[in-house]
Nanobody, 117 residues
Framework: VQLVESGGGLVQAGGSLRLSCVAS????????MGWYRQTPGKQRELVAS????????FYVDSVKGRFTISRDNSGTTMYLQMNSLKPEDTAVYYC???????????WGKGLLVNVSS
């Protein structure tokens, strides 16, 4: 499974970005797809995820009400709409897909989101 992210970049605080993750396979049968982020010296953090059935999305508290995760009907593309961005959202964002039932994770290469104050 290959995952390719796009949509990162530099944005001013208060602005918006939409991240995309294109998978090489249909992920509708996967356990979930999600977005993680990581800053230097910190562990990778799950930001948002969407399960295979498309219900009960997860958001870390710090992004609730600002970020929205979604997936297209083909099951190959996942999005993260990020609004009201803050400097603390600056990180490398990774797309992740977890296969079910093996639990194997697949990762994209990551992309930088840089929010300036």
């Amino acid at each position: 499974v290959q995952l390719v992210e796009s949509g990162g970049g530099l944005v001013q605080a208060g602005g918006s970005l939409r991240l995309s993750c294109v998978a090489s396979v249909n992920t509708n049968s996967f356990a979930f797809m999600g977005w993680y982020r990581q800053t230097p010296g910190k562990q990778r953090e799950l930001v948002a995820s969407i399960p295979g059935d498309g219900r009960d999305m997860f958001y870390v508290d710090s992004v609730k009400g600002r970020f929205t995760i979604s997936r297209d009907n083909s099951g190959t593309t996942m999005y993260l709409q990020m609004n009201s961005l803050k400097p603390e959202d600056t990180a490398v964002y990774y797309c992740c897909a977890r296969r079910w039932p093996s639990g194997m994770n697949y990762w994209g290469k990551g992309l930088l989101v840089n929010v300036s104050s």
